[in-house]
């Protein structure tokens, strides 16, 4: 065998002959019959006191298990009261939504009423100034009508007593100077 392989052995062995002296098993000195009644009774008396602690602690643990039991009624009852007094005031809310909402379309119904009613009354009064536009211009042009024949007569007639007067005027040489200073001629 090689040289580096024996040395590995001889480590390896080493090693596991350090290793199984810290796992042996020491010889435990003699002990009487009367040491291992004694230990007995002892562990006896040790388990005693633990069952009397161990029946104390499940006796408080079913205390604290009927309070607890009647903590979860109460708090179940309170849950049970507030889940009927919040469904009695979602039901009044509701209640009262539905009856804004009712008043809303009965004021929206009685504006929309009184906007189309304004609506009209606007149309009625448009159609009133146009009548009494209209009204004025028919009146304006009849009642002018007879006026401006009239003017338009007594123009003639102006021009006539004009034509009438320088006529006169050429004849007569002193109404023409008259006439001057008047200043129809």
Do not use: C, H
Not at 11 to 33: C, H, K, Y
């Amino acid at each position: 065998m090689n040289r580096a392989i024996r040395l590995t052995l001889i480590a390896t062995i080493m090693l596991l002959v350090n290793l199984t002296r810290g796992f042996a098993v020491e010889v435990a000195p003699r002990i009487s019959d009367r040491e291992i009644i004694e230990g007995l009774a002892a562990i006896r008396a040790d388990i005693k006191v633990l069952s009397q602690k161990i029946d104390g602690l499940d006796k408080r643990i079913d205390s604290l298990d009927k309070r607890i039991d009647g903590i979860e009624k109460s708090l179940s009852q309170r849950i049970d009261g507030l889940d009927k007094r919040i469904d009695s005031v979602e039901k009044s809310l509701s209640q009262r939504i539905d009856s804004l909402d009712k008043r809303i379309d009965s004021v929206e119904k009685s504006l929309s009423q009184r906007i189309d009613s304004l609506e009209n009354l606007m149309y009625i009064m448009i159609a009133g100034i146009f009548g009494l536009i209209g009204f004025v211009v028919w009146d304006r042009r009849t009642a002018l009508k007879p006026a401006m024949d009239r003017i338009g007569k007594l123009e003639r007639e102006e021009e006539d007593l004009k034509r009438a007067l320088r006529e006169y005027a050429k004849q007569e040489p002193g109404f023409a100077e008259i006439l001057k200073n008047i200043g129809i001629l």
